[in-house]
């Protein structure tokens, strides 16, 4: 079954707790969110795999580390992964970004993708898909869907927060995808809403609600 990591450390939790307060700002919400997102990132990059590389500092030549083969690929699901995504270029400058755009059919209640831009090697590097809310788990699953259907197998997934049915389901049709949470939450309520949960994300991120 899928990893799933949850994240146990201080700051994180801390600043998730300002995130959940209704008086937050929209400001300071999205500076968190990028904050948070780039700590949640330093767990989730632990085990990259390293190679020797051979250099000149100053003074002699010697062997450092760095990361092997071809570099990160950050994949925001549109559109409140965006923000997720630039706190990660904050850690990792040189990652390649592709966006993945989806919106729920009113009908079926199910995901349906509306717009896919990748770098063309994405399925030479470790990709990591990023959404600050995990709760039904429709579009996580569809989004892991679209990428495995272009041939891309080195997937993560993080989230700042999730619903246990949300993970349940990424685990279940995705057991191969590492999955990164900042805080796992109580449960969905009826209407698909994390509680405690922090509100929409995309709204409290860009003001529009």
Known sequence: MATVKVMDHPLIQHKIGIMRKKETSTK???????????????????????????????????????????????VPILRAGL???????????????????LYRNEETLEP????????????????FIVDPMLATGGSAVEAINILKRRGISKIRFL????????????????????????HLDEKLNEKGYIIPGLGDAGDRIYGTK
Do not use: Q, W
């Open 159 to 182: 989230c700042i927060i999730a619903a246990p049915e949300g993970v349940t389901r990424l685990k279940n049709e995705h057991p191969d995808v590492e999955i990164f949470i900042g």
């Open 83 to 101: 923000h997720m995504a630039d706190g990660i270029l904050n850690l990792i400058p040189n990652a390649k970004v592709g966006h993945i755009g």
């Open 28 to 74: 300071e919400f999205r500076d968190l969110v990028s904050e948070v997102a780039m700590l949640i990132c330093y767990e989730a990059t632990r085990n990259l795999p390293l190679c020797n590389k051979e250099i000149d500092t100053p003074l002699v030549k010697t062997s450092v580390k760095e990361i092997a083969g071809k570099k990160l690929c950050i």
């Open 112 to 127: 349906v993708e509306y717009f896919c831009k990748l770098p063309l090697d994405s399925e030479k590097r470790e990709l």
